[in-house]
């Protein structure tokens, strides 16, 4: 069956990065481009990026452009979210998702906190 | 960047009601426009797309209508298991945006 599974959250001081995965399965993964979707406790969804299907377009929300970095391995069935120069306000449950079909991740809570 | 106004941002209503949501862009759109629904503590999940295609699987009850800057929701008679946040998703340019959000409640 179809999954998302995604690793990398936790909890990170401001100005420190860190590294989401999402490990797909099930469906052709390198024909799909791929969103990361965030949402801050309490709140709505906010979109943050997204990668094509062969990675040669990125796509960034202008929250977190110059800061994160989305990537793929098609190969390995993986999407990555890069996060750097962390801040408290992209404390958040992060989604990885397909840009059809509508797949979803878990999703995984990263606090930005000291 | 084109932004998305969603209103209301909650509500209240009786099973059976209709139940509208509406979702204005500030620039035109086309028919660029997904609903998504979800459930507390759950996953989004996309009802409609292209302002008015419904997914499979999803409640013919649920119904999407609108073009260019004015879009709506429409559940034709509300249901227990429809209490949720409902979005909309504009996606005819990068970068994409939500709108805020509809909390609908059964009374």
């Known amino acids: 069956q179809v999954q998302l599974v995604q690793s990398g959250g936790g909890v990170v001081q401001p100005g420190r990065s860190l590294r989401l995965s999402c490990a797909a399965s099930?469906?052709?993964?390198?024909?799909?481009?791929m969103h990361w979707v965030r949402q801050a406790p309490g709140k709505g969804l906010e979109w943050v990026a997204l990668?094509?299907?062969?990675?040669?377009?990125?796509y960034y929300a202008d929250s977190v452009k110059g800061r994160f970095a989305i990537s793929r391995d098609n190969p390995k069935n993986t999407v990555f979210l890069q996060m750097n120069s962390l801040r408290a306000e992209d404390t958040a449950v992060y989604y990885c998702?397909?840009?059809?079909?509508?797949?979803w991740g878990q999703g995984t809570l990263v606090t930005v906190s000291s | 960047d084109i932004q998305m106004t969603q209103s209301p941002s909650a509500m209240s209503a009786s099973v059976g009601d209709r139940v509208t949501i509406t979702c204005r862009a500030s620039?035109?759109?086309?028919?660029?426009l997904a609903w998504f629904q979800q459930k507390p503590g759950k996953v989004p999940k996309r009802l409609i797309n292209?302002?008015?295609t419904l997914q499979n699987g999803v409640p013919s009850r649920f119904s999407g209508s609108g073009s260019g800057t004015e879009f709506t929701l429409t559940i034709s008679s509300l249901q227990p298991e429809d209490s949720a946040t409902y979005y909309c998703?504009?996606?005819?340019?990068?970068?994409?945006?939500f709108g805020g959000g509809t909390k609908v409640e059964i009374k």
């Open positions: 998703l504009r996606y005819n340019t990068y970068p994409l945006s």
């Open positions: 099930g469906f052709a993964f390198s024909t799909y481009a």
């Open positions: 990668i094509s299907f062969n990675g040669g377009n990125e």
């Open positions: 620039q035109g759109i086309s028919n660029y």
């Open positions: 292209g302002a008015s």
């Open positions: 998702s397909t840009d059809r079909d509508d797949y």
